[in-house]
Each structure stands twice: as structure tokens, then as C-alpha cells.
């Protein structure tokens, strides 16, 4: 099998201006080494607005850092007053684009359709999607959060090649473990990591499934990040109020 390495994802979300990021970015940087950035890939998914300042940060310092974006048009170009195009976002130097998020579910009513819309532009794109799936406390309280992630997985990659889907990255983030500070437990975290992993090898064979790398995300913190990686299907976080912290968020990137 092949190795998968780890990736930490670092979502802004909607903080920090343009100079906070730089400092940002520069501090993150300093904390870790070449060779901690080596194994473990580090990326920060900073507000648009932020998007030049941090190009110019790690093509200016030849930064070990990656970045993206939290979100995509589903469309190239056009009358989409307010939206980003994958194009905008691959021209400005970034490899990586949240798509459905739960915020954006949530808040923008995103379904499935559009989540694989998205999935598909920023493919197209020359983007790797980070797709989130996760359920509610209710569907956890049910005891159908298997199920519920299977099927928006299922609904994100829809029309996609096992070629293309490996190059996706998966993020699996119970809503109720967001920004809640209830984290998952490291055995939740895998149940449906391993079941995610299990779903990608039924629809596009057991070769693909193995070099997706699958994240937890929902309050990860410094102080459990270890246990959750620990677990075989984990390949990395994705960590929204922790990595708003240069130290702690690189603490986070030091794992191992
Ligand atoms: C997120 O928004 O992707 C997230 C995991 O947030 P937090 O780490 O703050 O729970």
C-alpha cells in the first residue's frame, strides 16, 4: 500500500485581514523545519482577500507552506456577481479548495449537486478539492452518521474516475465537533474515516481508496491531535480555530 502523506489544513475562516495573515503565514513558518514541512504537508485556507498577500509571503521566502481557498464557483467565469472561479484562485498560486464545508451547507444552503459541481471545477481547475462530509448530533444521536456520510459522498463525487478521485482528499467533520470544543473520539474519528475509505474502495476499487488521504477535522487542538492520528485511517486534520494561532497551529503540524 502506498504511504499517504500527512496533510495539517489550517481554515481561517472568515478572520483575519490581509496584514494579520502575513504575519501569519511568516510566524507558522518560522516554527517549524524544512524537514517538518517536508513530512508533514502544511497548508493555510485564508479569506480570498488574504489570497495575494500569502502568494507573495511563500513565493517571496520560498516558503514550505500551500494554500488555498475555503470555497469555488462551480463555474469558470461569467455573471456570478460576488463569486471566485477555480481559474482566479490556480492563477493567484493555490493548490487547495474547501468544498462543502458545513458552514456552507449550513449557511448557504449548498446540497449535494452543488458540492459535486464544485468538486468537479475545481478538478478541472488543477485544484485538490478538501471535501467535507459529517453529520449532526441528530443523525450521530441516530446512529445513522455511517450512512449520512457514505451518501454525500456519494453525491460529491458523482461522474468522477477513479483517476480523478484519487486526487481528492476527504475531510470527515461532525458538525456537532465543530467549534465546539467536543472533539470526536479518536475511535468516532475513525469509524467513519475507515468507513469513508471503505465507501471510495466499493465505487472506485481498493487502489484508489488507499492513496486518498482522509482528515478529522472538529477541535483538533495541540493536546489531541497525537491520538487522533494515531488511528490508520486518519491521514490529517483539518483545524479551524487552532490554526488562527501560529504556535499552537504548528505544534499541531508536529505531531509525530
Ligand atoms: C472546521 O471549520 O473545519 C473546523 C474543524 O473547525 P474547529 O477546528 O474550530 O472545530
Not at 489544513?9 to 495573515?21: F, V
Not at 503565514?25 to 493555510?44: F, N, R
Not at 498577500?53 to 464557483?73: E, F, M, P, R
Not at 470527515?172 to 468516532?188: F, N, Q, R
Request: proline letters at 4%; charged letters at 20%.
Amino acid at each position: 500500500s502506498t504511504p499517504r502523506r500527512p496533510l495539517m489544513a489550517g481554515n481561517w475562516k472568515m478572520n483575519l485581514n490581509h496584514l494579520e495573515a502575513n504575519l501569519l503565514v511568516q510566524k507558522l513558518a518560522a516554527s517549524l523545519t524544512e524537514k517538518q514541512l517536508t513530512e508533514v504537508e502544511t497548508v493555510v485556507l485564508p479569506p480570498y482577500t488574504d489570497l495575494r498577500t500569502v502568494q507573495t509571503a511563500v513565493d517571496g521566502d520560498k516558503l514550505l507552506i500551500g494554500y488555498g481557498a475555503q470555497d469555488l464557483s462551480p463555474h469558470a467565469s461569467g455573471a456570478y456577481t460576488g463569486d471566485i472561479s477555480g481559474p482566479m484562485l490556480a492563477k493567484l498560486g493555490c493548490t487547495y479548495v474547501v468544498v462543502g464545508h458545513s458552514e456552507r451547507r449550513a449557511y448557504h444552503h449548498e446540497d449535494d449537486a452543488l458540492v459535486n459541481a464544485k468538486v468537479q471545477a475545481a478538478l478541472t481547475h488543477g485544484l485538490t478539492p478538501i471535501l467535507c462530509v459529517g453529520e449532526g448530533l441528530d443523525v450521530r444521536e441516530q446512529g445513522t452518521h455511517v450512512a449520512h456520510c457514505s451518501e454525500q459522498l456519494d453525491g460529491a463525487l458523482k461522474g468522477l474516475s477513479a483517476e480523478q478521485v484519487t486526487s481528492v482528499v476527504v475531510a470527515y467533520e461532525p458538525v456537532w465537533a465543530i467549534g465546539t470544543g467536543k472533539t470526536a473520539t479518536p475511535e468516532d474519528a475513525q469509524e467513519v474515516c475507515a468507513a469513508v475509505r471503505q465507501r471510495l474502495a466499493d465505487r472506485f476499487g481498493a487502489e484508489t481508496a488507499d492513496q486518498v488521504r482522509i482528515l478529522y477535522g472538529g477541535s483538533v487542538k495541540s493536546s489531541n491531535v497525537a491520538a487522533i492520528m494515531a488511528q490508520p485511517d486518519v491521514d490529517g486534520a483539518l483545524v479551524g480555530g487552532a490554526s488562527l494561532d501560529a504556535e499552537e497551529f504548528a505544534k499541531i503540524c508536529r505531531f509525530p
